[in-house]
């Protein structure tokens, strides 16, 4: 199974079996982050490594996907950060390791990092021994980031979010509606149904949308009766926000998921009047990568 996640004794390992630090190791990982891409578009892959602040590897490739805008593309350093916030990776990104420069739209999306004008970047088409790494800032000066918008308090990504939402009362169990859903996958969705609703609710109220205040989250369910979930995360240039159908794809992913024609459920969570709705999107998205998939929208409060 593909590698997403090295835990901080494994990275120490590996690090003490070369005579490197850690950081010094991220660079020789970049092609490993590579072959984790998937852009059939592009046949570009771009692969990212960062080593978060309790000591873990976090691993991101570019995603593209056929028939679909290319907005819809989730770039590496966009994984990468939904990798890390996924998994409690800590509240900063130390050090980072990219196999080419990043684009503008993800060096605002670093902006929502707290702390990040200190995280160190190198770009390997630069000479592997002794990384030369720089501090993000030195790409991205005079940024416009969150606290143009919010004030000092308010958390960014990589920190710790409640919303206090709950489901409206009135709501249906899950009737599939789509006639490819099928091979008993209907009932496998029926019988998860309540644990779908729930962790879509959960990844709604984990979602990082103070500027839009539109909280909102996915959750996905495989064959197997597994079940992903994914947060709404926002940037305050509100383009390379993250919709939470792709970051719960990048969980399926990271948990091992190999083709995207798994995912046969899916439940979004939103707020009903909401400003800024998912729905659409996450239905446009889903039609094309995972046709079996049937989506059901709940609404919070």
Do not use: W
């Amino acid at each position: 199974m593909a590698k997403y996640i090295i835990s901080a004794s494994e990275a120490e390992s590996m690090a003490k079996s070369k005579g490197l630090t850690v950081p010094q190791l991220l660079p020789s990982l970049v092609k490993s982050a590579q072959t984790l891409a998937r852009p059939p578009i592009s046949n570009f892959h771009v692969g990212a490594v960062g080593l978060s602040s309790d000591g873990r590897i976090f691993f991101g490739g570019n995603i593209e996907f056929p028939n679909l805008p290319l907005n819809y593309s989730i770039h590496a350093e966009q994984f990468l950060i939904t990798n890390l916030a996924a998994h409690g990776g800590g509240p900063r990104l130390l050090y980072m390791a990219v196999s080419a420069a990043p684009c503008g739209h993800c060096r605002q999306f670093f902006q929502e990092l707290r702390g990040v004008t200190d995280t160190q970047i190198v770009i390997t088409d630069q000479p592997l021994e002794n990384p030369d790494y720089k501090p993000l800032s030195s790409i991205l000066p005079d940024p416009f980031g969150p606290y143009v918008l919010l004030d000092q308090e308010t958390p960014l990504i990589l920190e710790k979010h409640d919303h206090r939402l709950e489901l409206k009362v009135k709501d249906e169990s899950f009737i599939a509606q789509n006639e490819n859903l099928s091979n008993g996958y209907s009932e496998l969705a029926g019988k998860n149904d309540v644990e779908l609703k729930l962790k879509a609710l959960e990844a709604a109220r984990e979602s990082h949308s103070p500027y839009s205040g539109c909280p909102s989250g996915v959750a996905l369910m495989d064959c197997d009766g597994k079940v992903y979930k994914g947060s709404y995360m926002e940037s305050a240039a509100y383009n390379p926000s993250m919709m939470p159908v792709q970051a719960a794809l990048v969980a399926y992913m990271v948990a091992g998921g190999v083709g995207y024609e798994r995912i046969v459920a899916a439940v979004l969570a939103e707020k009903e009047e909401a400003l800024v709705r998912q729905e659409d999107a996450a239905r446009l998205l889903l039609k094309y990568v995972a046709p079996k998939c049937e989506l059901r929208v709940v609404h919070c409060v």
